[in-house]
């Protein structure tokens, strides 16, 4: 598969985003990735950074935002991860864990490696994705109990906690 094919398939959420108007943007070209020709619905998430440029450590950042801390002291790799925690603990009433020591076994390329998924609940285990990456479709693809959440189910997540908490992005602190 090349990475146009791959970012094709796999990418739910523009990688750079240029001429906002009504509401829609236009996928732009990154080095090594072919434009897109297609236009996609911006999703309110609050502040949307104009433009999203790779990482020489991380990769590409995502809309989903930076690591932070929640009021508590929780420790979160993106403001999504911290709304999913506020909306199960606030809203839902339910119980929920940051997972930082259970791993699950995945494989590429005949070798193991170790996956540990974002969050502990009653119901199992729960990874949000702003970016996905061939290796997240492989970790989806061979733990089918694992929750997988993006874009498409973060929007009504945030979208309830604007409405029924509208401060609650103030209990998140960027690191």
């Not at 236009?26 to 790779?54: A, F, N, Q």
Request: proline share 6%; hydrophobic share 30%.
């Amino acid at each position: 598969m090349t990475k146009d094919e791959y970012v094709k398939r796999y990418h739910k959420l523009p990688l750079i985003l240029e001429d906002e108007e009504e509401g829609l943007v236009r996928l732009s070209k990154v080095p090594h990735i072919t434009p897109l020709d297609e236009e996609v619905e911006v999703l309110s998430y609050g502040k949307l950074p104009k433009i999203m440029v790779p990482n020489p450590v991380i990769g590409m950042r995502g809309p989903q935002g930076k690591r932070g801390y929640g009021s508590d002291g929780t420790k979160f790799d993106s403001v999504w991860e911290y709304a999913y925690y506020t909306y199960k603990k606030e809203l839902c009433g339910e119980w929920i864990e940051r997972n930082r020591t259970e791993n699950l076994k995945y494989w590429v390329d005949g070798k193991e490696r170790d996956f540990y998924p974002d969050f502990k609940t009653l119901t199992g285990y729960v990874e949000i994705k702003g970016i996905w990456r061939e290796k997240d479709q492989l970790k989806k693809d061979q733990h089918p109990e694992v929750e997988f959440i993006d874009g498409s189910g973060m929007k009504p997540i945030i979208e309830e906690l604007n409405k029924k908490l509208p401060n609650w992005r103030k209990g998140f602190t960027e690191a």
